[in-house]
């Protein structure tokens, strides 16, 4: 049975979130503030966790954080409307997707199966690993290696990453990395997109790389290039 965390200090939503997850079959438990949401996430074993931005005794974005040091849970977070800045931060720490208050519970319910859709397909793929190079990309245990020496990435980094480098040669809109790496119906900016992958070049340049690099594509997006490899 998929295990759910609803993390609100909002009674109603939590109570009507709780409803419909059941309804769906997921396995819930419910967390009041952020304290109590990270004790139990870094405690028990949840597939997905939904989480609130604004909670007291601790925020949403210092949770992710924490769970993010030791965790690749699916987070969907929940944000106020109109606060572009708290979706946009929620994504680059780590979050897996939002959803704007006041919302549709069918629609958070339909959020969740797709982010947990895209992982189960990334989890059928037989290929977990792969070497380019001096690159390893290891999406079994999320590490990403250079020369052997570990780089420190963000799991969206790491998807993108991951995503490019599965098909050197490949160039790929930004609309098409949002749907790649936040899930289908994903409602972001493409800006999101850029301010990822500006983060993930700055972190791979600092190690040499000369027979491979990620390159802008003027008009389009992104693709890995790789020596040796088709074009």
């Not at 295990?3 to 409803?19: C, H, K, P």
């Not at 304290?35 to 939904?50: E, G, H, P, Q, Y």
């Not at 059928?124 to 570990?150: C, F, G, M, P, S």
Request: glycine share 6%.
């Amino acid at each position: 049975m998929t295990r759910m965390l609803i993390a609100d200090d909002n009674e109603s939503i939590v109570q009507i979130l709780e409803s419909y997850a059941k309804k769906e079959g997921y396995d819930v438990t419910v967390a009041h503030d952020g304290s109590d949401a990270l004790t139990k996430a870094m405690n028990d074993d949840f597939d997905i966790v939904l989480l609130d931005v604004m909670m007291p005794k601790m925020d949403g974005f210092t949770v992710v954080r924490e769970i993010r040091k030791d965790s690749n849970v699916p987070i969907l977070m929940i944000t106020a409307r109109g606060e572009d800045f708290e979706r946009i931060m929620g994504l680059e720490i780590g979050a897996d997707d939002y959803i704007v208050k006041p919302f549709s519970p069918g629609e958070v319910m339909a959020r969740v199966k797709a982010i947990l859709r895209r992982l189960d397909r990334v989890n059928a793929d037989e290929k977990q690993r792969l070497h380019l190079h001096n690159l390893t990309v290891d999406l079994d245990e999320y590490i990403v290696k250079i020369d052997e020496l570990k780089i420190s990435l963000t799991k969206k980094e790491i998807e993108l990453l991951w995503t490019l480098a599965s098909h050197p040669g490949r160039a790929f809109s930004r609309e098409n990395l949002l749907n790649q790496c936040w899930g289908y119906n994903y409602y972001g900016d493409s800006r999101t997109v850029d301010s990822h992958m500006t983060r993930l070049r700055t972190k791979l340049d600092a190690m040499p790389h000369p027979l491979w690099d990620i390159k802008t594509i003027w008009g389009v997006g992104y693709k890995f290039e790789a020596k040796g490899e088709t074009p």
